[in-house]
């Protein structure tokens, strides 16, 4: 009964009005995409889109990496913020997994589970992904976070308000408050390093060469090599943040 | 004219002035010119001063403590993972007097016995290896396995 109220033309109508509706709303939030992806991965080869590949099976742990990032960086020493930092995961044969970061690595890692219970352990540096659509910079109200040209996350230190919104949105952590500037902080990929020819200061002091800094546009470059000689993936690949860094030996049990 | 417009549009006119007078003055400066964003504060990233100056430059004036370095197991480390940021060094050879790190920890630091790292590296128990004495009383940290008597 309900059914033959409704007149045919009102029908129409609102069919209409609905696909003149969807396609206005498609038309409007296309431009503001735009808008947030603004960076595009250059089609030119020639130009840099910087990624980054780290080795679990190479790494030793001696927080080397996070150390001279803190004095390449001028990132305070205390309270303990980080923009690289090591975490030390045991997998004990309960299934269960310990993590632990104490001073994100700086002086050492101590095995705290007793050799009996461990069913295996490794090393995780983490740092910022430098995700092609980051969260952190669609959070921004202000436009102070950004994706250079060339694919690094960067942060505008004097139009930054400290709102702490980016801080929320990081799936990864990697964001801090910079107790002194009172401003948001995070790697910058060493950006001032890279553009002068240099690798970041955490390439530069990795021993064992678990750090590899690298053009995803150089197919003869190392970070190419990298990927393609071993199995590597992203950390949270679900939330679609076109992370561009890269694990090799990533185990499921890394958050 | 219908007479209500009479005053609505001067004082449109004065609303859109105002909100260009306002955008012109709060925008600042190349604010949009690649996205988002403030595009000379790329430039201001990139400016920032180096700490590290990474082992090339090391090896420029001490090439000889460099060349000994690839006849041992330190081959390829770079001089500032254990000596510390040296760009400052680097530019003014007399300042900046880099570190040398003499504490077993710092050894430790690779080298302790852990079992995350086993198979990956020579490890040592700091508690029982010799641990009165500094290990580069023994160990020449540039050539490891050469032991000093």
Known sequence: MGNCRVKQSR???IKAAAAAGGLLATGIVNPFNAV????ERPEDPTKPWWGYGIDIEKC???GRCANACKLENDVPK???YFRTWVEQYTIKNDGSVKVESPNGGINGFKQTVPEADIFKAFFVPKMCNHCHKSPCVQACPVGATYDSPDGVVLVDESYCIGCRYCVQACPYGCRYIHPEKNVVDKCTLCYHRISKGKTTACVEVCPTHARILGDLNDQEGELYSFMKNHNCLVLKPHLNTGSKLYYNALSAEVR | MPPQLKTLIPLFAIFIFLFLLGRYLL???????QGHYRFNSVAENKDLSLQYAG???CAECHDDKALEMESDMHAGLSCEICHGPGMVHYDNPKAGQLIIPDQREHCGLCHATNLTRVDKIAQVDLADHNPDQKCIECHNPHLPWEIAE
């Open chain 1, 60 to 62: 030793i742990g001696c």
């Open chain 2, 55 to 57: 082992r090339d430059a």
């Open chain 1, 11 to 13: 029908r129409k109508f």
């Open chain 1, 78 to 80: 205390e309270p303990f």
């Open chain 1, 36 to 39: 947030i992806f603004a960076t």
């Open chain 2, 27 to 33: 925008v600042p400066e190349s604010f949009g010119e």
